[in-house]
């Protein structure tokens, strides 16, 4: 496994949580990390992405100020802060890796963490 997502769970909304993504990518700090997220019927959507540095992140207009993205590249981590959780974020939460910027199409994925906000 090369991308591992985990931190999922149930929530009220409100609350908040926070995912992490493990990788075990050689040059991992080399790599731009993006969320993404697919909710039932829905296409999947990129949400946040970080550049390989950290220092240049980007987010959806439908998180902005709600979440965060960030890395610690000496643990292989990326890490999703989401605070003010509604009931539309509810989704399969899905971290990937590429070395473009644009990440239209991730050179690698990891599994999908289900994240579930009660109205």
């Known amino acids: 496994v090369q991308l591992q997502a985990s931190g999922g769970g149930l929530v009220q909304t409100g609350g908040s949580l926070r995912l992490s993504c493990a990788a075990s990518i050689r040059a991992f700090s080399a790599y731009i990390i993006g969320w993404f997220r697919q909710a039932p019927g829905n296409e999947r959507e990129l949400i946040a992405r970080?550049?390989?540095?950290?220092?240049?992140?980007n987010y959806a207009d439908s998180v902005k100020g709600r979440f965060a993205i960030s890395r610690d590249n000496a643990k292989n981590t990326v890490y999703l802060q989401m605070n003010s959780l509604k009931p539309e974020d509810t989704a399969v939460y899905l971290c990937a890796a590429d070395p473009m910027w644009t990440m239209k199409s991730p050179a690698y994925w990891g599994q999908g963490t289900l994240v579930t906000v009660s109205s």
């Open positions: 970080i550049s390989a540095s950290g220092g240049i992140t």
